[in-house]
């Protein structure tokens, strides 16, 4: 039997074969289109990673700080993996990215443009830290925009913004009120070339910053996204699934949902048609023969599947693995010298679950 040591050793050679390059600016510059350039997040402006906040009146303090302390890194690597093999985008658009790492491992090694959006400034700092240990061959970038905003500059940067081959959100839409959820419905779909990925808290899933009104069943999101347009693809959904379990199996593993572009020439598979780097590991709820046979209670693949998704991220992101220990074990490191009474404040009651559930509890609709 595989021991969990054995697993960390065997992603601990990880980044030797990631074909590490940084993305040129010619490169940088065909990703973003010109109406949205004010809103690209500046790495190089923006405060540490321990002063950049966001506050929230129904949660505590969001930031990529707390988020690591509350949560740590909360990576699916083999949903990471249904994203970027199986579906093989070259473009992708993520509505609220969180800690950015499923988008910064589909840009790495599906070689992809990915933009990732958030209301606000958060992730610029984050992501230059995710790509300066392995800068890898694609691109990621932040766009910090309120697509729902009335400004006229957020409204041309919204409409200038193209298709993708992959367009995906996962466990956003539960902060979003209501009022907005036909504008992101809409948004999502027009925005999709290919294949749309969604996943949404369902009614009476736990979490900090979720509005009842927003949250629905997965049928009833699947019958919106249809409406809007797209097709639903069963097989796939499965497979996206089971790619989350054991290690999102409170969320995605129940929520997530595939559609492709009726325009687009993909074709709902099962596994038989898996790529091989989802078929051939059992650390997750694909390849279940194997997996059943080393590990047949759920408990015991949860525990080989979290040091599998541990050792993988800490070769990935030595930096943010490195501040993850580092805020568990001290989580005052998440303040700014100067504001003790802010941190007091944000770790008395739980820490919001993303920037867009913090941004919106600020406002008044």
């Given at each position: 039997m595989l021991s969990i040591v054995s697993t960390l050793k065997v992603v601990a050679i990880l980044p030797a074969v990631l074909g590490l390059r940084m993305p040129s600016s010619e490169q940088s510059s065909n990703t973003i289109p010109a109406e949205c350039h004010s809103f690209v997040s500046d790495y190089e402006q923006l405060p540490a990673l321990s002063e950049t906040t966001l506050m929230g009146e129904s949660g505590g303090e969001w930031s990529p700080c707390t988020h690591l302390a509350t949560y740590g890194l909360n990576f699916s690597p083999f949903f990471a993996r249904f994203l970027t093999y199986q579906l093989a985008p070259k473009t992708v658009l993520e509505f609220g990215c969180g800690l950015g790492t499923t988008s910064d491992f589909i840009a790495r090694h599906a070689k992809a443009q990915v933009v990732c959006l958030e209301p606000e400034k958060t992730l610029g700092a984050l992501i230059s830290s995710l790509r300066k240990d392995n800068a890898g061959e694609g691109e990621l970038k932040q766009l910090a925009l309120n697509i729902f905003a009335d400004d006229s500059k957020a409204r041309a940067c919204t409409q200038a913004m193209g298709k993708h081959d992959l367009v995906f959100s996962l466990e956003v839409a539960e902060h979003i009120p209501f009022q907005f959820h036909s504008q992101l419905v809409k948004f999502l779909a027009s925005r999709t070339k290919k294949w749309l990925v969604f996943s949404a808290a369902r009614p009476k899933q736990g979490g900090t910053g979720h509005l009842d009104e927003s949250m629905f069943t997965d049928e009833e999101w699947k019958a919106k996204f249809q409406d809007a347009g797209l097709e639903f693809m069963p097989k796939l959904t499965n497979m996206a699934r089971d790619a989350a379990y054991p290690k999102r199996s409170y969320d995605l593993y129940a929520n997530a949902l595939v559609f492709k572009h009726p325009s687009h020439d993909g074709t709902d598979v099962d596994i038989n048609q898996g790529h091989e780097m989802l078929t051939d590991f059992m650390y997750h709820g694909v390849e279940n023969a194997l997996a059943n046979a080393q590990y047949p209670t759920w408990a015991e693949?949860?525990?080989?599947?979290?040091?599998?998704?541990?050792?993988?991220?800490?070769?990935?992101?030595?930096?943010?693995?490195?501040?993850?220990?580092?805020?568990?074990?001290?989580?005052?490191?998440?303040?700014?010298?100067?504001?003790?009474?802010?941190?007091?404040?944000?770790?008395?009651?739980?820490?919001?679950?993303?920037a867009w559930a913090s941004f919106f509890s600020k406002k008044q609709f």
């Open positions: 693949k949860a525990v080989v599947a979290h040091a599998f998704s541990e050792g993988m991220a800490a070769a990935m992101w030595p930096a943010l693995s490195l501040m993850e220990q580092k805020v568990k074990k001290n989580a005052s490191l998440c303040a700014h010298p100067s504001n003790s009474m802010k941190l007091m404040q944000t770790f008395s009651k739980p820490s919001m679950t993303s």
